[in-house]
């Protein structure tokens, strides 16, 4: 009965733990794309989301010198130009 009750125990503590990690990642994902204009000034650096891993699109997140993220289209001219931008940034530091 002891067993019984310690491999239940321990089954609840795995299903917790895991719901939370899938949490904790699917909250990283973009779900849409912003509308506003973004400003190569503002941003520090960025990441780049694909569909490989457990989120659904495509997206390049934007990472502000306040701590926040901003999620943009790949395809869009204006997210490349930022992209370029901020790649210039990073080649004139080294």
Do not use: W
């Amino acid at each position: 009965m002891t067993s019984t009750r310690v491999t239940a125990v321990a089954l609840l503590v795995i299903f917790i733990l895991n719901s939370f990690l899938l949490q904790t990642e699917s909250a990283s994902c973009c779900l849409s794309y912003t509308k506003k204009n973004i400003k190569c000034q503002r941003m520090k650096g960025y990441t780049i989301q694909t569909l490989m891993g457990i989120c659904d699109r495509d997206a390049i997140i934007f990472h502000t010198k306040g701590g926040n993220f901003i999620c943009a289209d790949p395809s869009k001219e204006q997210t490349q130009k930022i992209i370029h931008c901020l790649n210039a940034r990073a080649r004139s530091l080294s």
